[in-house]
């Protein structure tokens, strides 16, 4: 069972699509008054609004480069939800799993640390890992 085979999970309810991670970034003071004036102004509601858009602006310029290197690198795109069952079928079919994801990669609250490490080989996430700390703890060496 392989990252691309498992990411048919993402249409499980529990994945919710609107997840966010918080992101803290420092910028000059000039920078910073700049965005302020133009949200004073009514170009965006809020600095997150204007910050949003550039980033946005900026992967929609380098959307091309981006899935080009998502297909070499073999990584699922989204969101991939792995449970108990799932490592449990992998662990069945003596298969060591090997987790790549640009955007959110969750470990469900039902694998044990013990099933993770027997089952997962390898874990490389572009974006947010989420996973108990024990499961963490249990993979932190295969985490990269």
Known sequence: ???????????????????????????????????????????????TDLIRTAIRNQLSVHADAVKRTVARRDLVLGLLHIDRVDLERALAAGRKLHIHVLGLARIANDVTPELARATIESVEVLGAFHASLPVRSALADRIH
């Open 1 to 47: 069972m392989d990252g691309k085979q498992m990411a048919d999970n993402t249409a499980d309810p529990r994945v919710r699509i609107g997840e966010s991670e918080k992101l803290t970034i420092n910028l000059g003071v000039v920078d910073l008054g700049q965005i302020d004036l133009l949200v004073r102004e009514g170009f965006y509601s809020n600095r």
